[in-house]
């Protein structure tokens, strides 16, 4: 995978959208994976679940619940994303907190994707401008970036 097709992916992510409100769970997961890159490829659920929480309840529009386990799981989908864990995901009834917690699942970037931005500060920084220009207002980015550890 090229340069090129990793920024295509990451800039049309799929997100749920009503009018112009835009769920930002998926960019938050990502931005915070990101600001993860030299430490880790897989992380925990167990591990991010309060931190996303927190970001989602400080960033995301106000919801009476918060799903964290949504973007975890979904981001497979846009091709970016992989799960490892004890057992498969093979339901959306297995889209749950708890689904993921026993077992003991762990979600990160796909490896030739993860090796790029690695590799890549510049592609890193450019997938960072996306999902910020595209997803969040200007007033609250440069403390997105310092949430997110960026």
Same mark, same amino acid.
């Given at each position: 995978?090229?340069?090129?097709?990793?920024?295509?992916?990451?800039?049309? %992510?799929?997100?749920?959208?009503?009018?112009?409100?835009?769920?930002?769970?998926?960019?938050?997961?990502?931005?915070?994976?990101?600001?993860?890159?030299?430490?880790?490829?897989? %992380?925990?659920?167990?591990? %991010?679940?309060?931190?996303?929480?927190?970001?989602?309840?400080?960033?995301?529009?106000?919801? =009476? =619940? !918060?799903?964290?386990?949504?973007?975890? %799981?979904?981001? !497979?989908?846009?091709?970016?994303?992989?799960?490892?864990?004890?057992? $498969?995901?093979? $339901?959306?009834?297995?889209?749950?907190?708890? &689904?993921?917690?026993?077992?003991? &699942?762990?979600?990160?970037?796909?490896?030739?994707?993860?090796?790029?931005?690695?590799?890549?500060?510049?592609?890193?920084? =450019?997938?960072? =401008?996306?999902?910020?220009?595209?997803?969040?207002?200007?007033?609250?980015?440069?403390?997105?970036?310092?949430?997110?550890?960026?």
């Amino acid at each position: 995978m090229n340069r090129e097709e990793i920024i295509y992916l990451f800039r049309y %992510i799929k997100v749920w959208k009503r009018g112009d409100q835009k769920a930002v769970h998926k960019p938050l997961l990502i931005l915070y994976m990101l600001g993860k890159i030299n430490d880790t490829r897989m %992380i925990a659920y167990k591990t %991010i679940m309060e931190d996303l929480k927190d970001l989602l309840i400080k960033y995301g529009p106000t919801r =009476q =619940q !918060v799903y964290t386990s949504f973007p975890f %799981i979904r981001l !497979v989908n846009d091709n970016i994303w992989e799960i490892q864990g004890s057992q $498969s995901i093979n $339901s959306l009834s297995d889209y749950n907190d708890q &689904a993921l917690l026993d077992m003991d &699942a762990k979600g990160g970037f796909k490896e030739e994707i993860y090796t790029e931005l690695k590799n890549s500060p510049g592609l890193k920084y =450019q997938i960072e =401008q996306i999902l910020l220009e595209h997803y969040f207002e200007p007033e609250v980015l440069e403390e997105i970036l310092l949430s997110v550890e960026l």
